[in-house]
C-alpha cells in the first residue's frame, strides 16, 4: 500500500484507516512500554543509579573541602616553600577547634590516605585545642605535637585541594600524587594493584581457557549422545552446579591440600615420595583449578545448547564428499559451534575477572585477584573511593573488551541456544 | 544533578526499611565460640523488654557504614576491633556511650567514647605437641626459625600483630615495638624479617582455621586468637601448647550503631558490661575481661571455666596472666587507625610478589 492511496482509505466508523493505525500502533506502544517498566525501574535503581554512584565517589574529593574552606582558601597562597604563615596556622586552628567532632573525624580518615598520621595528629590536637585560648597559634601548635612543623604533612594537604581527584584512580594503578601535586610511581614496596590487574586477566584468561579445552568434548558427547544417556550425563554437569559455591570450594580444599587425599593417594601408591608433596593449595595453582571446576557448567551449557543444533547431516555430508573427519570437524562443526564457543567464553570470563570468594579461601598469597581488593578497601579500610576506583577500571577494561571482541566476532554472534 | 538523584534514592530506601515500631535489637558478633559465650554470659540473663537476634559477621566496618549511609540500619550492637572502634566513632557510624559507669574500673582506658569495654584477646603462637617429639619452640624466635624447626607456619592474612611479633622476634624489646614501628626504617625490619618465612607460610582469615591447620598437620606451628586455642585444649581436649611470646594483646568492644534502635542498644550494652557479665563471660572462652573488678571475680570463683565432669582453672589459660603480660606486646590501636592503611598496602604487596 502506498502512501497516497492510504490516506484516502476509511475505516467502517469513518475514521482515516493511517490515524486509526496509529491510534492502535500507540496503544501497543504504551502496553509494551508499561510491561517493561517494572524491569526498567528495577535496572535504574538496582544497576544504573548505583554505577553512577560508584563512578562519582571514585573522582569525588569535595568532602573535606566542606570541613576545611577557609583553611584551604588560605592555604592556595602559601608557596609552599618554608613552613606555612601563622595565618595559615590560625585558620587551621579555628577550624579543627571549632569544627564538629564527626565532620572531624570524617576528614581525618580522608587525610590519612595523603599522609598516614593526620588522623591521631588532629585527634590529638582537637583535644589539647580547646585549652589554648589565644595566639600566636603557630607555636602553640607545634609544641603540643612537633608533627605541625613538619612540611610533609603541609604538603599532603596540597592534593586534597581540589574537589574532585584523579587520586583514586592514580592508586589503583600504582600511582600517586607527590607532595607536590606530580603524578609519580608509588614507592616500590607498596606496587600492589599492577601486579594484580596483570594476575587477574591471567587468572582469567587460563581459567577460560581451561574450561573450554574441558568443556568442549564434554558438551560434543552429551549432544551426540542418544537422550538416555546425555540426560545422566546432563546431570553430571548440574549437580555441581547446582550445589553451594563454598561447599564445593572447600571440598577443593580437602582434595588438594598438602595433607589432603590427592596427594595421599599419591603418596601411598609410592609415586611420589612424602616429603615432594605436590603444592597445591593456597596458591595461584589452586585459584585455577578451583575456578575452572566451578566455572565449568557455564562454557557446557551454552556450548551444548548451540551444538544440539548443528545437524549431523552436516558432518556426514561433509565425510561422504571425501574429507577427512580431522578436516570436516576443523570446517564445518567447529565454525557452526563458533557461537557457542563465544558465548562460554565471555561468560566464563567475565564471571571469573571479578571472582572473590573462590581466591579468598583458596589464592594464599599469589593467588589474589582485583576482587579481593575491592572487598578490601570496601570492609577494612573504608577507602571507598579507592575500592570505587578499581570497581570503575573493571568496568571501562571490560567494556573495552566486548567493544573489541564486537568488532572481531560480531556479539550477534553469540548464542545460548 | 547525581547528588540528587543519590539523595532520593538513598530516602526512598530509608523509607522503605524504618517502618518499625519499638523493636528487638539485632546483635551482630564473630559467631563460633566466642558468640556462645557471649549468649550465656549476658543475651540469656538479658531480660529488658527488647529480644535479641544474633548475627555473625567478619570483621570491618564497610557494612556498617554502608547501613548508615543509606539510612537503613539492621544491626543495633556490633562487636569490633578497637581500629575500627577509633575510625567508627569518628566517622559517627557510632553512638555516643555513656562511660561514666566503668571508666575508673578499665585496665586501659577505652580507645573512643562510643565503646563499652568487652574482652583482651591475643594473637598467639602455637603447635601441637605431637609435632615436636623431641626440642619444643620457646619463643616467637623458633616461630621465625625454620632451620631450627622446619615446617610450614599459619599465619593470618592481615598485618597487625605480625608486624609486632616480627620485629620481637628480631630482638626488638616487646615494650619499645611501636617506638620503632614508628620509623620507616623500623617497619623495613619487620618485613625483612617476615621475608625469612615466606616460602613457609600458609594464610588463614577464619578464625578456626589456623586449628584445623595444625591438627591435620597441614602446618607445624600456626599463630590464631588465645581463645580458640584455649577452647580447643579446655573443651576438646586438643594437644595444643601456647607460645605464651610476643603474644599480642588487642582489645574488643562493643558500640551501638547510629540510627538503629539506640535507646535499647544502650541499655543492653550496659548490661552487657557490668563486672560481673564480663567475669561470666571467661566461664566460656578464655579471653581477659577488661574491667579490673571482674578480674577479681574470677579469682575469687576458681575453678571458673565450665566444662562437664568438673570445672577449669581458667586464668592460666587467659593472654592477660602476668606472666604472659610480662612478655607480651600490648597493640597500639591509635598507631594502626594510623598507620594501617599504609602497611596494609605493603604488606598485600609482600604477599603478592
Known amino acids: 500500500m502506498n502512501e497516497k492511496t492510504a490516506g484516502s482509505i476509511l475505516t467502517t466508523e469513518g475514521i482515516p484507516l493511517k490515524v486509526s493505525l496509529q491510534k492502535a500502533e500507540r496503544r501497543n506502544k504504551i502496553r509494551a512500554i508499561l510491561l517493561v517498566a517494572p524491569l526498567l525501574l528495577f535496572i535504574l535503581f538496582t544497576f544504573l543509579i548505583p554505577i553512577g554512584d560508584m563512578l562519582l565517589r571514585s573522582v569525588d574529593d569535595s568532602y573535606i573541602n566542606t570541613v576545611f574552606p577557609k583553611t584551604f582558601k588560605e592555604y592556595k597562597k602559601w608557596d609552599r616553600q618554608g613552613l606555612p604563615s601563622e595565618e595559615l596556622y590560625k585558620t587551621m586552628f579555628f577550624e579543627v577547634k571549632e569544627g564538629s567532632g564527626r565532620s572531624i573525624g570524617k576528614a581525618t580518615t580522608r587525610m590519612n590516605y595523603a599522609k598516614s598520621g593526620w588522623k591521631s595528629l588532629l585527634k590529638k590536637s582537637k583535644r589539647k585545642f580547646k585549652k589554648i585560648e589565644e595566639g600566636p597559634y603557630k607555636e602553640q601548635m607545634i609544641a603540643i605535637d612537633k608533627r605541625w612543623a613538619d612540611i610533609e604533612y603541609w604538603k599532603a594537604l596540597g592534593v586534597m585541594v581540589d574537589p574532585t581527584t584523579a587520586g583514586y584512580y592514580l592508586n589503583a594503578v600504582d600511582l600517586k600524587y607527590n607532595v607536590d601535586k606530580e603524578v609519580v610511581r608509588q614507592k616500590e614496596n607498596r606496587r600492589i594493584y599492577n601486579h594484580t590487574w596483570v594476575k587477574t586477566f591471567k587468572v582469567s584468561i587460563l581459567v577460560m581457557i581451561f574450561c573450554l579445552m574441558l568443556g568442549y568434548p564434554i558438551s560434543y558427547l552429551l549432544s551426540t549422545l542418544p537422550l538416555k544417556y546425555s540426560n545422566l550425563l546432563m546431570i553430571c554437569v548440574l549437580l555441581p552446579f547446582w550445589t553451594s559455591l563454598l561447599v564445593r570450594t572447600v571440598a577443593w580444599m580437602v582434595m588438594l591440600q598438602q595433607k589432603g587425599v590427592f596427594n595421599n593417594l599419591l603418596v601411598m601408591s609410592n609415586i611420589i615420595a612424602d616429603e615432594n608433596r605436590f603444592k597445591l593449595m593456597y596458591n595461584e595453582t589452586a585459584t585455577i583449578i578451583v575456578m575452572t571446576q566451578i566455572l565449568l557448567p557455564f562454557m557446557v551449557l551454552p556450548l551444548y545448547s548451540v551444538m544440539k543444533t548443528i545437524s549431523p547431516n552436516y558432518m556426514r555430508a561433509a565425510l561422504n564428499l571425501g574429507a577427512s573427519p580431522l578436516h570436516a570437524f576443523w570446517k564445518i562443526y567447529m565454525p557452526n559451534s563458533v557461537p557457542g564457543i563465544s558465548a562460554g567464553c565471555m561468560l566464563v570470563f567475565i564471571l571469573a575477572i571479578g571472582y572473590y570468594i573462590t581466591p579468598e579461601l583458596v589464592g594464599g598469597k599469589d593467588g589474589q585477584m582485583i576482587g579481593n581488593w575491592i572487598a578490601y578497601h570496601l570492609k577494612t579500610t573504608l577507602n571507598w573511593g579507592l575500592s570505587a576506583a578499581l570497581g570503575a577500571i573493571l568496568l571501562g577494561v571490560l567494556t573495552v573488551l566486548y567493544w573489541v571482541y564486537n568488532k572481531l566476532v560480531g556479539i550477534e554472534n553469540i548464542k545460548l541456544g | ?353
Not at chain 2, 7 to 19: E, H, R, S, V, W
Open chain 2, 1 to 353: 544533578m547525581f547528588k540528587l538523584i543519590r539523595a532520593t534514592f538513598l530516602g526512598l530506601i530509608a523509607i522503605a526499611f524504618t517502618a518499625s515500631s519499638y523493636a528487638d535489637i539485632t546483635f551482630v558478633s564473630w559467631g563460633g565460640a566466642y558468640t556462645n559465650s557471649q549468649q550465656k554470659a549476658y543475651i540469656d540473663t538479658w531480660s529488658k523488654g527488647s529480644g535479641v537476634t544474633v548475627e555473625s559477621y567478619n570483621g570491618g566496618l564497610g557494612e556498617i557504614k554502608a547501613q548508615v549511609e543509606a539510612g537503613n540500619v539492621t544491626w543495633d550492637v556490633v562487636d569490633v576491633l578497637p581500629d575500627q572502634a577509633i575510625t567508627g566513632c569518628d566517622e559517627g557510624l557510632f553512638a555516643k556511650v555513656d562511660q561514666s559507669s566503668f571508666i575508673n574500673d578499665m585496665v586501659v582506658p577505652p580507645v573512643s567514647d562510643c565503646v563499652v569495654p568487652q574482652i583482651f584477646w591475643a594473637y598467639t603462637a602455637f603447635y601441637s605437641k605431637s609435632a615436636f617429639p623431641g626440642k619444643k619452640p620457646k619463643n616467637i624466635k623458633d616461630f621465625f626459625n625454620v632451620k631450627k624447626f622446619p615446617g610450614k607456619r599459619g599465619i593470618h592474612t592481615w598485618a597487625n600483630a605480625l608486624i609486632e611479633m616480627a620485629l620481637v622476634a628480631d630482638g626488638v624489646k616487646a615494650s619499645k615495638v611501636y617506638d620503632v614501628m614508628s620509623t620507616p626504617e623500623g617497619i623495613d625490619r619487620a618485613f625483612a624479617k617476615l621475608d625469612t618465612i615466606k616460602d613457609h607460610v600458609v594464610f588463614w582469615s577464619a578464625g578456626s582455621k589456623p586449628l584445623e591447620l595444625v591438627s591435620s598437620g597441614e602446618v607445624v606451628m600456626a599463630l590464631a586468637y588465645n581463645g580458640r586455642i584455649g577452647a580447643a585444649v579446655l573443651s576438646e581436649g586438643k594437644d595444643f601448647e601456647y607460645i605464651w611470646d610476643a603474644t599480642v594483646l588487642e582489645q574488643e568492644y562493643l558500640v551501638a550503631i547510629k540510627g538503629g534502635n539506640e535507646k535499647e542498644a544502650l541499655e543492653f550494652m550496659a548490661h552487657a558490661s557490668t563486672a560481673q557479665a564480663l567475669a561470666d563471660q571467661a566461664k566460656y572462652i578464655p579471653y581477659g575481661p577488661m574491667r579490673k573488678s571482674s578480674i577479681n571475680i574470677i579469682k575469687k570463683g576458681e575453678p571458673w571455666f565450665i566444662k562437664e565432669g568438673g570445672n577449669i582453672d581458667i586464668l592460666p589459660h587467659m593472654p592477660t596472666a602476668p606472666k604472659v603480660l610480662k612478655r607480651a606486646v600490648i597493640a597500639d590501636p591509635v598507631w594502626w587507625a594510623d598507620n594501617g592503611a599504609e602497611v596494609s598496602e605493603r604488606f598485600g604487596a609482600w604477599k603478592g610478589n
